[in-house]
């Protein structure tokens, strides 16, 4: 088995300047949430029964525009180009920065196995078969299961960042009606602040980590082998990145849908007594069944296919022209 690790442009160097990480991540996380924000608009619409389910996607779009304007569905754009730089900057720097040190300590783990082995007596067919496992667990930071630590321990972080911006973007884009007149990130802080307290901004909080660790685990593992199998030699090729990230948003959006349902019930308020994972549960059960659960579905596919494959897309142009 190699002793050292190969590192190419698709994972970071370790000399690889820290400003450059943060660039690359608040690319990738700006381009992915701005650029499919109208269906993302949709989805928390549906989700909350302002529109129906049964609409199209098409269909709601051209209600919404024609009804509240063309701009309607762009409103809380704001929050997430603030939220999303830094929390995605944050995002891909740990993701980068745990896989690389994941792939060196199982490595060092192994060959220390090795040379404890290879004292006294050495069992040749013991040691191959230790090879075996070893480039079996950890061969480079490709792996699956390394890259699914790496954006689990990733999205933890990044999210207690996001949350906040997530939920006054949640609010605006369910203020179709325009009741309190919430257009504006300050107004709706204010407001939501004012009513409800700090612990507003964090209340989804635990159940965005239940829902963005699975979705995590999926997207990062599902590009890395689709990305692997279909990239054997990791040359930066955009086509193949856009798929990979197609494939993986894709799988862990409908995996995750319903989850996502809960935390929207809990971020927009739309439910009576939906203060916790459980409250909001048992309310969007008692409202709509289980189907309740999959409200959404559609358009979070629709959203989650092109933002993954733009986020990856962009996260590898940006570390391959930055590094």
């Known amino acids: 088995m190699s002793q050292t690790l190969e590192i190419d442009y698709e994972a970071l160097p370790d000399n690889s300047p820290l400003v450059s990480q943060l660039i690359a991540g608040a690319f990738a996380g700006i381009m992915e949430h701005t650029i499919m924000y109208p269906i993302d608009s949709i989805k928390t619409r549906m989700q909350t029964l302002k529109i129906s389910s049964n609409d199209g996607i098409i ?17 809380g754009v704001s929050s997430v180009i603030l939220g999303a730089g830094p ?21 060092n783990h192994n060959h220390n196995n ?28 490709k792996h699956p299961l390394i890259a699914s630590l790496s954006g689990v321990a990733a999205t933890i972080t990044s999210d207690a960042l996001m949350t906040p911006f997530d939920v006054i973007k949640q609010r605006i884009q369910n203020n179709n009606n325009n009741i309190q007149n919430l257009k504006s990130i300050l107004k709706t802080s204010k407001f939501i602040y004012q009513n409800e307290g700090l612990k507003a901004f964090f209340i989804s909080y635990p159940t965005t980590l239940i829902l963005s660790i699975p979705f995590a685990a999926l997207n990062f593992g599902i ?11 990791q040359l930066y090729n955009p086509i193949i990145h856009c798929i990979s990230g197609g ?17 929207t019930i809990l971020q ?12 909001a549960t048992n309310a969007l059960y008692n409202q709509g069944g289980i189907w309740a659960f999959f409200r959404g579905l559609k358009p979070r596919i629709v959203f989650n296919v092109p933002a993954t494959a733009i986020s990856w897309t962009a996260y590898e142009m940006a570390k391959a022209y930055l590094l």
């Open 87 to 107: 929390a995605h900057a944050i995002y891909y720097m740990v993701f980068e920065s745990t896989k690389t040190s994941l792939c060196n300590n199982l490595l």
């Open 114 to 141: 090795n040379n404890n082995n290879n004292d006294g007596n050495t069992n040749i067919a013991n040691i191959n078969n230790i090879n075996n496992i070893s480039n079996f667990i950890v061969t480079n930071e």
């Open 247 to 263: 494939i993986s948003g894709a799988f862990a959006a409908a995996v995750t849908t319903p989850l996502d349902c809960i935390k």
């Open 223 to 233: 590009y890395e082998f689709s990305s692997d199998k279909l990239n054997p030699n």
């Open 268 to 279: 927009t308020k739309s439910l009576p007594n939906s203060n916790s994972l459980l409250t």
């Open 59 to 75: 269909s709601s779009f051209n209600k919404i525009s024609a009804k509240e304007g063309p701009f309607a569905l762009w409103r």
